[in-house]
């Protein structure tokens, strides 16, 4: 069984955009093998000849006309009601490439 | 600046090239797509190109045949069965913090286009979904982006090359063949100020006579004109050059063009390496076309330029050096050849055009376009004894532009042909009335 | 105390203009005042249920109002799922499912607890704090729909929508002694419901009886055309399955000899004898083992857990991510890991790959039986505090559903056993092949009619 080192969490964490603290950490590098212990299971399964399934429904082609469609449309307003900061019709977010 | 055709080293370039479809509705939910005609920012959204919980993408089919017509344009196979993959990174513009794109099994592959150096080999032809866009401002003094997302979850094709690119000339004929051709299918304006249409660069040089792919690549991304294009590659191409002589190895990176300074410039990494996390989505059933379905999207296809200037060749006779540029606008050529169709000689017509002897405008009446060429070159019937006798009463008369040409003045050759012509009163071929007139003078 | 009613009950009530809607949404709200503070069940109580439902007394469900978890977007109404995260997020829009049930008359009574995005079974990881078992408040009601389940099972809803990725819907129905039904995979929309594993999330409905599910699920089923996934199937009348004679169908029973589960089994092996009197066979069948599973469902949910909620990142609407509390976390981040270079295949596609096995040995089930039975949770509700430093928690409470739930298909739950001491109740894992939603009403409905299991049923035969 692999050991999950501080490093690699904060790389997953990094990927994962999510902050974490060192005690986080440590919780987090151990929930990782236990559930990773779990799922070994799935090493001994001989799955050589069969298909992997993303959709149990089995559809294809499910596309849709290339027409407007307005029903579910958001005015200015609404797009922008939930939004922390907001300057004429823009959504508003701290800089993050300094391009000056 | 050192010539970007290096006596030791050669270009070794592939391109990535996106281009907005211009369907009505955007690729997964039906908000109109026309982020540059939107008067106002965030007015064509909803919960699934806002990136709102449960919003649900549904994709557009005439996107999807669209880019099989191009990869059919382009000579491509097509993969009768695909799907769409989350490309899963984290960018303020992005605003599911996936893109909704095609990872092992795009649309098309393996097509080619020609150009005057060679074929460019294509490797893939994918659909996917433009970002919301960012722009960089300073409000009430402090650094903010401002983001608008009606072109979030635009249709996006991206078009691959193999590396074979080997002179800025090429990229720049490659790119623009390429854009016409997009053009021809009318699936996308390609507009390169608003984004419509960006360019990618991946760079790097080998000595001369090796022929392995280099160790390295620089990507230079986010280009948006063939001239910026052209004079990135070229300033990459020295920067490489330096660093190769002095025996070391550009690193691998990523880069931008600044147009004012008129160089590149690395963009700021990510300590992490990228991964994409790619996975089938699972809110988007896969796509199968049958080969007949394909087929009916392939009848579809308009005459390509290059067909259109070989059928001309046989057809009107137009020189290919004519017909190359007139075959540029799809419109504009069809128009053409309906003047063509009435010409008793098309190729002089070409030539007048190309040579801007003529101004018209498209879709001007055939007929009034052939008189307008005609009148180029129709001259009135002059007898010589005539000619002769116009010539000498107008010496007579300038006695002084005479002296002029005797002692050397040529140049005043010109006012004796617009004087001779005024006295006729009509129109002589322009070469004969010259001949007569320094043969008179030099007497 | 017209909150005690079935909707099955209230709907009659109100045709029959016995009641009027005022006084059924009065009650309610009344119920809800009384027990809301100690169980934790609503987030947020419609306080203008009324006014709303007043506008649709001529449809189908008459204005009835319902509890929904708060996972599914309400317009106007903040919708949280659970998580600080999203703790100001009013959506613009209903999700097609609240937008079905309004069309078809129903109103939202409040929005109730849940695991924090539906990750768990116990509803502990709620950032609204846990949700108590109104059976017996030192238990957890399960989950992740918990609040659902406690708002039927303490009278305080009518009936209740929830949402099941892999026993969400079902094992808090069992955990609370009520009725939860996970329809086939793409037989409810998932437009507007916040997305927790795409390949896997069914809503579906959690009521008191079976005829009320069937009843709700009717008005809540059908193709969306915004979400591709919904098959273009037609939907049946799926009250049709009630009262409907069980004779001569094949009941498969799916016996796990799993340690722990030796007085489950023993309770729900005599629950069988109920169908043979009701002239059904019933065999017992070995299925493939729920372990593999319980790593099917954990990677690839984990895999698109950390794909769906890349979107929270505070920009457009609520918090950044340094909100997500700590499972959230742990599963966004193994999820990462599982997906990322050089592990995706030796997790992700292999689980793809071992999930279609679970389908094919399904498949072979059904060719013989018409519907498998199992028990939906090992065993009753757990204490309070039970998730304490357990990162696998839901998992191995839900690997009997997993099995189902990773194919696709239908199940219900319905309480087959009582102890009489904790009040704690066992459920029944009806499930039966793709679209045959039906099927597992009449055999639920059939069972729960024969029975006293059911607390409704028997204070209805009680005449109460």
New interface residues.
Partial sequence: MSTITPAQVQHIANLASIPVSDEEKKDLAQAFEETLAVVQNLQSVDTSHVEPTHQVTGLENILREDVVDTDHMLTQEQALANAKQTHEGFVVVPRIIDQD | MTTPDSKNYELVCGMEVHAELKTNSKMFCGCKNDPFGAPEPNIYTCPTCMGMPGGLPVANKKAIEWTIKLGLALGCKINLFSKFDRKNYFYPDLPKAYQISQFDIPFCYEGTIETSEGPIRITRIHLEEDTGKLQHKNIDGKKVSLLDYNRSSVPLIEIVTEPDIHSTSQAKEYAKKLRQIIRYLDIADCDMDQGGMRLEANISLREVGTTELPNYKVEVKNINSFRFMEQAIAFEMDRHQEILEAGETPPQETRGWNPTKNETFAQRMKEEAADYRYFPDPDLAPVRFTQKQVDAIGKQLPELPNAKQARWLTKFGIETKYSDLLTSERTYAEWLETVFAQAEKPNDIANALVNKKITISEGEAPAAVIKKVAALTQTDDVDSSELLAVIQEVMKANNDAVAKFRAGDTKVIGFFIGQVMRALGKKVDAAELRNALMTELKK | MLAKKTLTQVLDLLEKKEITLEELHKDLHAAVAEKNETLNVYLTVNTASAEEAAQRSEAALRGIPIAVKD???TKGIR?T?SSTV?D??????D?TVIANLKKAGASILGKTNLDAWAHGSSTETSQYGRTLNPRNTNHLPGGSSGGSAAAVAADMAIAALGTETAGSIRQPAAWCGIVGLKPT??RCS??????M????DSPGPMTKTVEDAALLLNHMAGHD?????T?DVSVPDFTQAIGKSIKGLKIGYVYHSIEGLEESNAHLAKELEVFKKLGATVEKVEAMDP??A???Y??VQ???V??NL??Y??????ND??F?G?EA??R???G??T???GY?D????????????Y?QDYNKLFETYDVLISLTSPGYAKKIGATEGE??FG?LEDMLLEPSS???LPGISVPCYRDPETNLFLGMNIVAP?WKEETVIQVADAYEKATNWNTWRAAEKAGE
């Fill in positions: 996972n599914y977007c919708t799922a999203l100001t997020f009013v959506p613009p829009y999700s995979y793409g998932r437009y507007g419901v916040v997305a594993a795409s390949s896997t055309k915004y979400d591709g996934t098959a372990h593999y319980i790593s099917v954990t990677v984990r895999g698109e950390s794909s890349g979107r990142d505070g920009i457009r609407y609520g991510r340094s997500f700590a976390k742990r966004i981040m193994l990462t890991y997906l990322s270079k995706s030796q997790y992700y596609n292999t689980a793809q790959k071992v999930r279609s096995l389908i990162a696998m998992e990773i194919s696709g793709m």
